[in-house]
């Protein structure tokens, strides 16, 4: 038999890149607006700034985007959905950190439709009495269950230990809070924060962009404000202290996470930082998931990636493994994070995570969905549309000592915060016998 020939990989060609209308309308709201033929559809999303004061914010948060859609002056929830369902449309809203997103998707010849109806409900949802005290029965049971959850747990935990005192770290939720938030709050809420001045809006679909941009100013140009602008402070470096471990009795699992503070999409080292967190968990041939799930059997699946908010971004490495390997996957998560910093990539490993970035880009802006999604964050970064060629390019100029070099900046185990989520009276003893430990909880 003879010897299979694998084909040479091509360098990476630059990305055909949309042409992006980039307006502000006379209210201050920001309009990106792209042409993606395919499919007869227009994907929308709109993004505003929240500061986040208090654990009660994320509260408020949750009941008004949860009754964003139960009525305004002139239709009531029923006739709502009855429109979006004529339109083909839906919309839906959600929040993280810092913002709050209210997104949707409409037939491309009924997108004027589709935006009165959506600048009817940013403007004017009553927030009904009966509607906001569902919202918030469902949010308190929702905080109860998650107290149950360990990967919700362990996410809040490791987001207290890499931003301490800083709203990216603040504590999980309880129940208690909720009881207090009454309809008048979430209106006031709603009316604080969905303003245009300063809002960005994005649209995505098989139009002339020139034609959304003009059907956006026609629904939602006569609408008026501004917020008051804020910025998040930048946290503190990271204190990465012993691996603490919040015990959850019972656990079948130990849900284990090492954080640390990364760096922005326009930092120059970004690329290179891109494809270390790509070899070592960004795919299901890493190194971190070969090496627990493949070799070992340890878990179904281990991860490294990159979180990105305004005023920092997040590294965030881990795997959910068998609570009786806890131990062992501990040793091989720090093999594997040793070996980063210590020993250079092949050139066929970096070749491979290269063409794996350049390809997953591709694919992620190829849909009208993730183009749109790309062209929100983006320029919530102060980056356009040019970014998608030019990671790409960038990333596949970066050689091996540029990967070790960011390696040893980003992801040594000593500048990382360890955290994990199991039965402590199992695991505590055999992880205090690897590293110094803490149990809460």
Do not use: C
């Not at 905080?143 to 603040?170: D, E, K």
């Not at 326009?266 to 070969?290: V, Y």
């Not at 040594?412 to 205090?432: K, N, R």
């Amino acid at each position: 038999m003879s010897a299979r020939v694998q084909p040479v990989v091509k360098p990476t060609k630059p990305a055909k890149l949309p042409a992006v209308v980039d307006t502000t309308l006379s209210n201050g709201l920001r309009v990106l607006a792209a042409r993606k033929p395919g499919v007869p559809m227009v994907q929308a999303r709109i993004r505003f700034d929240v500061a986040r004061k208090d654990l009660d914010s994320s509260v408020l948060d949750d009941i008004m985007t949860a009754t964003l859609l139960t009525g305004t002056p002139t239709r009531n929830q029923l006739e709502i959905a009855e429109e979006m369902k004529r339109i083909g449309g839906e919309i839906w809203a959600s929040a993280d950190a810092e913002s709050l997103f209210v997104s949707g998707i409409a037939l491309a010849r009924d997108l004027p439709r589709y935006l009165a109806l959506l600048a009817d409900v940013l403007q004017n949802a009553t927030h009904l009495a009966e509607e906001v005290d569902l919202a918030k029965a469902q949010t308190e049971q929702g905080i109860t269950i998650m107290h149950s959850q360990p990967a919700a747990r362990v996410q809040y935990a490791l987001g207290a230990r890499v931003f301490p005192n800083h709203p990216y770290g603040r504590p999980m939720p309880t129940p208690d809070i909720v009881a207090p938030v009454t309809r008048a709050a979430v209106q006031r809420f709603h009316r604080n924060s969905v303003k245009p001045g300063g809002a960005l809006m994005v649209l995505v679909g098989d139009l002339p962009p020139a034609k959304m941009v003009a059907a956006v100013d026609k629904a939602l140009g006569g609408w008026t404000g501004t917020r008051k602008a804020f910025k998040t402070p930048k946290p503190a470096p990271v204190t990465p202290g012993p691996l603490r471990i919040l015990n959850q009795p019972g656990a079948v699992q130990t849900n284990m996470r090492f954080g640390g503070i990364g760096i922005g999409r326009a930092h120059a080292d970004f690329p290179a930082l891109t494809l270390a967190m790509t070899i070592l968990g960004g795919g299901f041939t890493s190194r971190l998931n070969h090496n627990l799930r493949e070799d070992k059997g340890f878990t179904y699946g281990a991860s490294a990636g990159v979180g990105h908010n305004l005023a920092a971004s997040s590294i965030t490495i881990g795997a959910d493994v068998q609570t009786a390997v806890t131990a062992p996957a501990l040793v091989e998560t720090l093999y594997e994070l040793g070996r980063m910093v210590t020993t250079p990539v092949g050139d066929d490993e970096l070749t491979d995570a290269k063409r794996f970035l350049a390809g997953n880009m591709a694919l992620s802006a190829e849909t009208q969905a993730g183009l749109a999604t790309y062209l929100m964050s983006l320029a919530i970064a102060g980056l356009d549309v040019s970014y998608l060629r030019e990671l790409p390019l960038a990333a596949d100029k970066q050689s091996p000592d540029d990967i070790a070099r960011v390696a040893a900046t980003y992801l040594a185990p000593s500048s990382l915060a360890p955290v994990v989520v199991g039965d402590a009276e199992q695991i505590a003893d055999a992880l205090g016998r690897i590293v110094a430990v803490e149990v809460v909880g």
